[in-house]
């Protein structure tokens, strides 16, 4: 992975903490939403995601980081404990089901031990049309999921997964064609 890739940030500074508390208010908010308010949880995704698509729905215990660099399409599920951590953009494409405890991490840290804690990066995350990913699943930085794959229960994703396939496993690989 390039540098130019990566998006770098200083962790602890004063207009990350700002937007990251935006962003957990609105988190907030929307795990405290009365379930049956539709209308509201709807209205707080769509103040704190980049972009929605119509017909979003988003199980409760939902977390992210910034919010506003996450991009779904229409029709877009994720289930229960969903974390999406969005220091790069997270881009989701139409008809996508995300399952329960599932964890999207466009962030990364040096691995030289001096200063990790004070700065990281992200590299975006691409999931394209029509893809499942089951439950308990990592979708790691810089990931690319093809249209019409799935990624089975349990996997860690690693690398790009080509359209028209399905993965599993950690590191998750290719179980066949559909």
Known sequence: MSDKEKIFYDRGTEELKFKNIRAHKLVQKFNNS?????????????????????NPS??????????YNIHVGDHFYAGYNCTILDMAEVRVGHNCMIGPNVGIYTAGHSIEPKDRNKSGYGIPIKIGNDVWIGGSCVILAGVTIGNNSIVAAGSVVTKDVPSNTIVAGNPAKILKSI
Not at 38 to 47: H, P, S
Not at 58 to 67: K, Q, V, Y
């Open 58 to 67: 988003i199980e409760h215990n939902f977390h992210c980081d910034l919010g």
């Open 34 to 54: 009365d379930i049956e308010d539709f209308t509201k949880k709807e209205e707080i995704i769509e103040e704190l995601f980049g972009s929605v698509g119509v």
